[in-house]
């Protein structure tokens, strides 16, 4: 059989990677930090170039000059570090995540080609990418007067993207072995892949519930799409734009599961229980979201405690319970409850003026309280039902061992709970009783 081609982009990868084979080995984590702040800027960069040139009036020569678009894709890009927009219609800092999540994957996939298995190259990959964000956003905020304190939020929320990215492309690539790691307690490591489970799953489902409600609500995005009325190159670029603002929307769901639900400006809410709206930009984005409430939906928050619940069950140990078990819930919901902050402070922030300047996204504590006590009701619901079990299992065991104890033959029922419980006494022919004929 003939070997099928390689892809264009791992072969333009690799040869890039060719170039470089003989330079040290710090080289590969300058072109990672470098490559992965400037590939997402660039690509917001010819969308915005894409955008002035589909003008069909003169405007692209005497109206809009072509350096707008380099100043829109600073701002987006900038957007996506932290920084608030200031824009006409007002101030916007919800994080384009899409944008956010695009920057780490696009770090960690070029750490895991450049990249050596070295803390000097890890660090470098990070300082260069944080040295990039920092240069541009000098470039763009010296002249605010807030700009110092906004250049230092962009470079932390920089190296909050670069630092796991790059260490997760090494680890792809390289593997990696930590000495402190062998020191913790196993159910430590229990607790940790437990809430990972925990908050991947319900993300998904999240994500789920998302597409169904885009589903239903599939006239209102068209309707919303078509009074816009834009052409070809501008439908691209609004739905790419839409794709930043799409993990948002995800985490809105996530917060609608728990029951306390998410707010799109003051005076509204989405939750499985009331829906009342408001008036809303005119994005068909937002035709996704929940129109309907109560009934069968004021249910929803269970499937959080079922999600909670299977990820308990499937990963327990063998075994009967121990304090073993329980350290590890506490550890679990405890970084439940740290994921469940950082990602409903993602999702929260302003779009507009007005109504929608404040009270954008879900409630903080509230939903993070609801979240974490669904999660504490899944895993007690195992574990109490590990622990009846157990319970019936020794009951029964003490009613086989007293039978035996007394001289009345078990019945066979017993007998096999008993061998299944490991308590059985082997058979010893002293004490056997006779049955006198």
């Known amino acids: 059989m003939s070997r099928l081609p390689s892809h264009p982009v791992r072969t333009a990868a690799q040869a890039v990677k060719g170039w470089f084979a003989g330079y040290p080995g710090w080289v590969g984590g300058v072109l990672t930090g470098l490559q992965g702040a400037l590939g997402p800027y660039l690509a917001v960069t010819i969308l915005a170039l894409a955008v002035i040139a589909a003008d069909p009036g003169p405007t692209t020569i005497d109206g809009i000059p072509w350096g707008s678009a380099f100043t829109v894709a600073t701002t987006v890009f900038l957007?996506?570090?932290g920084v608030p927009a200031i824009t006409s219609i007002g101030t916007i800092t919800l994080l384009p995540l899409g944008l956010t999540l695009l920057s780490g994957i696009t770090t960690a996939a070029l750490a895991r080609r450049f990249a050596t298995r070295s803390w000097m190259s890890?660090?470098?990959?990070?300082?260069?990418?944080?040295?990039?964000?920092?240069?541009?956003?000098?470039?763009?905020?010296?002249?605010?007067?807030?700009?110092?304190?906004?250049?230092?939020?962009?470079?932390?929320?920089?190296?909050?993207?670069?630092?796991?990215?790059?260490?997760?492309?090494?680890?792809?690539?390289?593997?990696?072995?930590?000495?402190?790691?062998t020191q913790l307690p196993a159910w430590a490591w229990t607790g940790a892949r437990r809430a990972s489970a925990t908050v991947a799953w319900s993300v998904a489902l999240a994500s789920a519930t998302t597409l169904v409600f885009a589903i239903l609500g599939r006239d209102a995005i068209a309707a919303s799409a078509t009074a816009l009325g834009?052409?070809?190159?501008?439908?691209?670029?609004l739905a790419l734009a839409q794709l930043a603002y799409a993990p948002t929307v995800i985490l809105w769901m996530l917060s609608w599961l728990t029951g306390f639900g998410f707010s799109v400006g003051v005076g509204s809410s989405?939750?499985?229980?009331?829906?009342?709206?408001?008036?809303?930009?005119?994005?068909?984005?937002?035709?996704?979201?929940?129109?309907?409430?109560?009934?069968?939906?004021?249910?929803?928050?269970?499937?959080?405690?079922?999600?909670?619940?299977?990820?308990?069950?499937?990963?327990?140990?063998?075994?009967?319970?121990d304090w073993d078990e329980a350290k590890a819930d506490a550890v679990a919901l405890a970084l439940v409850a740290v994921g469940a902050f950082a990602l409903m402070a993602f999702a929260s922030g302003a779009i507009g003026p007005g109504r929608l300047e404040t009270s954008v996204g879900p409630a903080m504590v509230p939903v993070v309280t609801a979240w974490c006590g669904l999660v504490l009701a899944g895993y007690l619901a195992?574990?109490?039902?590990?622990?009846?079990?157990?319970?019936?299992?020794?009951?029964?065991?003490?009613?086989?061992?007293?039978?035996?104890?007394?001289?009345a033959k078990?019945?066979?029922?017993?007998?096999?709970?008993?061998?299944?419980?490991?308590?059985?006494?082997?058979?010893?022919a002293s004490a056997s009783v006779t049955t006198p004929s």
């Open 79 to 81: 957007m996506a570090h």
């Open 122 to 181: 890890w660090g470098l990959a990070v300082a260069s990418y944080v040295t990039l964000v920092g240069v541009i956003a000098t470039v763009a905020l010296s002249t605010r007067p807030d700009g110092g304190s906004l250049i230092v939020r962009a470079c932390t929320v920089a190296a909050l993207i670069a630092a796991p990215s790059a260490a997760l492309g090494i680890w792809r690539a390289h593997g990696a072995t930590f000495g402190w790691a």
């Open 230 to 237: 834009v052409d070809g190159v501008g439908g691209v670029v």
């Open 270 to 321: 989405y939750t499985p229980g009331e829906v009342a709206t408001g008036a809303l930009p005119q994005v068909p984005l937002l035709g996704a979201l929940p129109a309907e409430s109560g009934g069968y939906l004021v249910w929803a928050p269970l499937a959080l405690v079922a999600i909670a619940a299977l990820v308990r069950a499937l990963g327990r140990r063998r075994g009967p319970l």
């Open 382 to 407: 195992v574990t109490g039902v590990i622990a009846a079990r157990d319970a019936a299992v020794r009951w029964r065991a003490r009613r086989a061992d007293a039978a035996a104890g007394s001289g």
């Open 410 to 428: 078990p019945t066979t029922a017993e007998a096999s709970d008993a061998q299944a419980s490991g308590r059985e006494k082997p058979a010893d």
